[in-house]
Nanobody, 124 residues
Framework: QVRLVESGGGLVQAGGSLRLSCTVSGGRFSSYAMGWFRQAAGKEREFVAAVSWSGDHTYYADSVKGRFTISRDSAKNAVVLQMNSLKPEDTAVYYC?????????????????WGQGTQVTVSS
């Protein structure tokens, strides 16, 4: 059974940085495109970033482009989301997701596996 576990969330001031990590177990990490989504209180889940199973291709929501970077660490079976220049509107629960295909983008239905989420809070 594939399991995704996020870590690295927390409280940070506006303008600061956080690094989220998602470790994948129970499956072949190189077989999954990976994505990050977030859900703020009272809002729908939204796409943040995605990376292909090879790591060669990335895709970002316009709201985070230039501030967030998604990458794969194959040695650790992990996908990392580096978040810089954080804003209060980035406050949300962040979820890691895995899609059993080479590439996936912003549609949640493309992803078969999900983590439990990690809270990110950005204070003004």
């Amino acid at each position: 059974q594939v399991r995704l576990v996020e870590s690295g969330g927390g409280l940070v001031q506006a303008g600061g940085s956080l690094r989220l990590s998602c470790t994948v177990s129970g499956g072949r990490f190189s077989s999954y495109a990976m994505g990050w989504f977030r859900q703020a209180a009272g809002k729908e889940r939204e796409f943040v970033a995605a990376v292909s199973w090879s790591g060669d291709h990335t895709y970002y929501a316009d709201s985070v482009k230039g501030r967030f970077t998604i990458s794969r660490d194959s040695a650790k079976n992990a996908v990392v989301l580096q978040m810089n220049s954080l804003k209060p509107e980035d406050t949300a629960v962040y979820y890691c997701a895995a899609a059993a295909k080479p590439w996936a983008t912003r549609t949640p239905g493309e992803y078969a596996y999900w983590g439990q989420g990690t809270q990110v809070t950005v204070s003004s």
